[in-house]
């Protein structure tokens, strides 16, 4: 068994440690995404915390914590596990071509990222129209949602909107595959270039994911706001009916000004840095775990060194 399932295992782990220890800035970033009224920014985020505290106490700021707890496994899971298959790919043309293994080009980590970040958002996708809608419960005005579970929520999904809504703000999902790709291509050549110089730390992949979620993050932010909203069940007012990203954009645009497009970026450019940060740390410490673990159970064999 190759490397790319260890990958996806201890991605999987480096995501539901990342995403325990930000969860509340995620929650306090998506309401602020899907609030469309004109408060925004650092003030606005403010009073949305407040307003959890007051209504809903501590555990307000971890709804939906279980279904974006799955989430994140399972996507980290599935972008790691192409991702390190496309990658594996590259370095054994590049060993047929050149006779010897060399690191990844940026075209070639786009390329990885992007076919990774497309089959994720397609398989997760319903994940994470689940997760939106009960991280936002109260501003949705869905009180019922309070008492109920994932599972619920999914069949009440599937009862009142059928199955198509699962996949609810996927064309977003998709364009934003550009947000992996920025971070992985920013990681990899960034990587490359201080590994040629010394043996990489803990501390050092916990930067790296900061800086290249950073970047990404900056550039995508107003694709996340519309698929967040997108993602919640379309009311009956004209104005927050999103027909495509177009119509998101000149809607928000029109309604709520360019600010619109960037609310929640405070709290969502902090969750993604740490997240990103914590699970790139986490993933390195966890792969040799992976790989010792598929070796006891028989699914990969031992190698003499492994690395990540």
């Known amino acids: 068994m190759s490397d790319n399932v260890a990958h996806a295992l201890a991605g999987a782990g480096g995501g539901i440690v990342s995403m325990a220890l930000t969860y509340p800035l995620f929650t306090l970033s998506t309401r602020n995404q899907v609030s469309r009224d004109k408060t925004a920014g650092a003030g606005g985020q403010l009073a949305i915390a407040q307003k959890i505290l007051k209504e809903e ?18 996507t980290n899971g599935v972008y790691y596990y192409f991702y390190e298959a496309v990658k594996a790919a590259f370095e054994k043309a590049a060993v047929r071509a050149a006779g010897k293994a060399r690191p990844m080009t940026a075209l070639e980590s786009m390329l990885a990222g992007a076919v990774a970040g497309a089959a994720t958002a397609t398989i997760t996708n319903p994940i994470w129209v689940i997760n939106t809608r009960a991280s936002t419960k109260s501003t949705s005005g869905d009180d019922k949602a309070k008492s109920k579970g994932v599972f619920q929520a999914a069949m009440d999904i599937l009862k009142n909107d059928g199955p198509k809504e699962f996949f609810r703000g996927l064309v977003p999902a998709l364009i934003l595959v550009i947000n992996p790709i920025i971070q992985y291509t920013v ?8 590994e040629a110089t010394r043996k990489l730390s803990n501390f050092d992949f ?17 694709y996340i706001v519309i698929k967040s909203r997108m993602q919640l069940r379309q009311g009956t007012d004209e104005n927050s009916r999103y027909n495509s990203i177009a119509d998101g954009f000149r809607k928000i645009i ?3 000004g360019i600010i619109g497009l960037y609310k929640g970026i405070e709290s969502k450019l902090l969750q993604s840095v740490l997240t990103a940060a914590f699970l790139f740390m986490a993933k ?4 040799q775990y992976a790989v010792s673990i598929l070796v006891l159970v028989g ?10």
């Open 254 to 256: 029109r309604t709520e």
């Open 206 to 222: 916990f930067l790296l994911g900061a800086i290249s979620k950073l970047a990404a993050t900056s550039i995508t932010y107003p």
């Open 57 to 74: 106490g501590l555990p307000g700021f971890y709804a939906g914590i279980d279904s974006a707890i799955f989430g994140i496994a399972i």
């Open 284 to 287: 390195e410490i966890l792969f």
């Open 187 to 194: 990681f990899e050549q960034v990587k490359a270039k201080l």
């Open 299 to 308: 699914a990969r064999k031992a190698k003499a060194s492994v690395t990540a």
